[in-house]
């Protein structure tokens, strides 16, 4: 019997990896997760325990290898994961520090620091806007306030290059995770030697950039703790990418006028341009794919991480997520006039603002519960539709945007954003949009073929399209304009809240 051959991908997340099996068709044939935590020991901090990261990789990947039917053989491991992590190693390749994650923002002096001295000319390098999340900074955070640590370091990865070298024995890293520490020099693909003297290090402390669908083999000793079995004999491990250009890319939001809008934990707008575009006014991210494609756009720490702190806060009478939202859906678009800012753990595009804190503004007797929920959901929305303006220059007028995450699972959510917007929804039917990227990486790479051509054989699918109600998008208009206007107001009460609270 001829062997079925499958493309095993892994999703690095801030909360826990999820390893999802392909076979020939894109039909998923397995799928395992393994969660891990979040170490919060002084305000600011974010950290992770990287041999827990280790542990779950390995537990996970080792549950779905061996889940799977028998006669099959796995072609690939590709591999995408999480932006802006840093880790030091030790001249043994051993940790000795935490992983620190994109929500650490211990480095806010050291970012306001390089934006005063580097400013737009720096993110016309890089390509990535000057903030706290960037390893650059935090690289930065660890000589100034850890100068014996600091110097213990041989050299700084991202979790995803710690796990690829426990893989393949090998440092490498794919360039979109080398652009988004803000130590990458777009232009050149290589190092730049401005933020490696602003970080203190040398280019040789840091991973070798590689192409997104490089293929390493399988390190002897990988293989051995997944047991030695037969099917992972000929594997190869794909470099991969990052969680927010996979899931684009997964999504099927390649095309010019496409744009792919994310939201889960966090959100996201992109869209795929033929060359690098930058902000003027350095707002915007820009991620290499491949030689002829980049990811642009814009990330939100608006999503379910503030949705779930309203829920605790603000509890609903039932359990009933459906009722819940029903209850939103009576509430007149603007929610009678009351307005949330949802910044309650500072917000990056497009204000880009650590000390951003959350308000909730209008409120009267008249207003109940719903009309907070949803101020909040409508704040989601403005987040997002703020981004998706900055981007509608990047190219043609979007004809439509395709969705991914969790919240897209709610239809009434998926209109309000079609109605602020603008324009139409086209909801993904495959969820796991960032493994699914993963998979046509490894086919491009297993196939030796273009990517747009694995693109046209395995196209994404869309549910039918969420259409904008007429006139909505100026209801909504009117309230986003109001929404900045309040930000605009309150913003230089942010930094005088946060000094405040370090006394």
Not at 170 to 193: E, K
Request: hydrophobic share 40%; with cysteine.
């Amino acid at each position: 019997m001829n062997s079925q051959e499958v493309v095993v991908c892994v999703d690095i997340a801030t909360s826990g990896i999820k390893v999802v099996v392909y076979d020939e068709s894109a039909r998923v044939v397995a799928l395992c997760k393994e969660s891990y935590g979040i170490r919060s020991p002084e305000p600011g901090f974010a950290e992770q325990n990287p041999d827990e990261i280790v542990g779950a990789f390995f537990a996970s990947l080792k549950s779905a290898i061996l889940s799977l039917p028998s006669g099959c053989r796995v072609a690939a491991i590709s591999l995408g994961g999480v932006m802006h992590s840093i880790l030091g190693l030790d001249g043994h390749d051993r940790p000795i520090t935490p992983v620190m994650i994109w929500a650490d923002t211990r480095s806010q002096s050291q970012a306001k620091s390089v934006k005063q001295h580097h400013g737009i000319d720096l993110y016309q390098t890089i390509g990535v806007p000057i903030h706290a999340m960037l390893p650059l900074t935090k690289i930065r955070w660890l000589k100034d306030t850890e100068p014996s640590v600091f110097r213990s370091v041989s050299r700084f990865v991202s979790i995803k290059e710690y796990l690829l070298w426990h893989m393949t024995g090998q440092f490498v890293v794919d360039v979109s995770t080398a652009a988004a520490s803000g130590l990458f020099h777009l232009g050149r693909r290589s190092w730049s030697d401005e933020s490696l003297a602003i970080a203190g290090i040398t280019g040789d402390m840091l991973s070798a950039p590689t192409a997104c669908t490089e293929a390493l083999p399988l390190s002897h000793s990988a293989w051995c703790l997944f047991g030695s079995p037969g099917s992972l004999k000929e594997a190869v491990v794909v470099v991969g990418s990052t969680d927010g250009v996979l899931a684009n890319l997964g999504s099927g939001a390649v095309e010019i006028n496409q744009v792919g809008v994310t939201l889960g934990s966090s959100g996201a707008v992109r869209r795929m341009t033929n060359r690098m575009v930058l902000d003027d006014e350095g707002r915007t991210f820009c991620y290499p794919l491949d030689e002829s494609n980049f990811v642009v756009g814009g990330a939100t720490n608006t999503g379910g991480v503030v949705w779930d702190w309203m829920m605790e806060q603000f509890p609903p009478d039932e359990s009933d997520p459906a009722r819940l939202w029903e209850a939103i859906d009576e509430v007149p678009a603007g929610a009678d006039g009351l307005l949330f800012i949802p910044y309650l753990a500072g917000e990056r595009a497009p204000v880009w603002d650590d000390s951003a804190q959350g308000v909730l503004f209008g409120l009267t007797l008249g207003h109940r519960r719903p009309h907070i929920w949803r101020a909040a959901a409508e704040s989601m929305a403005y987040s997002l539709v703020s981004i998706y303006r900055l981007l509608q220059g990047f190219g043609p007028m979007p004809s439509g945007v395709i969705a991914t995450g969790g919240f897209f699972r709610q239809p009434i959510w998926t209109r309000l954003l079609s109605d602020a917007l603008g324009v139409p929804v086209f909801v993904c039917e495959d969820e796991e949009s960032s493994a699914r990227g993963s998979f046509l990486l490894a086919k491009s790479a297993l196939m030796k073929a273009p990517l747009r051509d694995v693109l046209k054989r395995y196209p994404a699918k869309l549910k039918e399209p969420v259409v904008p109600a007429d006139g909505k998008a100026e209801v909504y208009d009117k309230h986003l304009a109001r929404f900045a206007r309040l930000y605009e107001a309150v913003q230089p009460l942010f930094r005088e809240g946060v000094d405040e609270r370090k006394r």
